[in-house]
């Protein structure tokens, strides 16, 4: 809904990798307020599709979904890496990523590499 809807990425982009990926969800009552999902690759741990409705942003949604997230990776002992869309950098900033490289296009989007540092 988010990435569709809200940003206009294409559907068939938002599925790639969804039958290979762990999936979370947040919901409060009745509805769906968040999701996040991870899968191995090559790389490592990917951490994707971070996303939570806007009325839930800047409540601790995030910050509840991620840290559900990396308590579930990091034992796998894997590199965990995820491509943050330019305006999420700073929420993973906070969260112990850092920056790899420079900024890149990704469906549309610009993103950049961040690296899980903690």
């Known amino acids: 809904m988010v990435f569709i809807n809200e940003q206009g990425v294409d559907p068939a982009l938002e599925y790639q990798g969804d039958d290979e ?3 979370y969800l947040i919901k409060n009552i009745d509805k769906y ?10 790389s490592g741990v990917k951490l ?3 996303a939570v409705l806007p009325d839930y ?7 509840v979904i991620l840290d559900a997230v990396l308590k579930d990776v990091k034992p796998l ?6 491509h943050a869309q330019e305006k999420a950098v700073n929420f993973y900033l906070k969260n112990n990523f850092i920056v790899e490289g420079n900024m890149f296009m990704e469906a549309g989007i610009k993103h950049y590499k961040m690296v899980y540092g903690g």
């Open 21 to 23: 990926a762990l999936h």
């Open 48 to 50: 994707e599709r971070f």
């Open 33 to 42: 307020i968040a999701t996040a999902r991870w899968r191995k690759t090559d």
């Open 57 to 63: 942003r800047n409540t601790g949604v995030g910050k």
């Open 77 to 82: 002992k894997s590199a965990i890496y995820l």
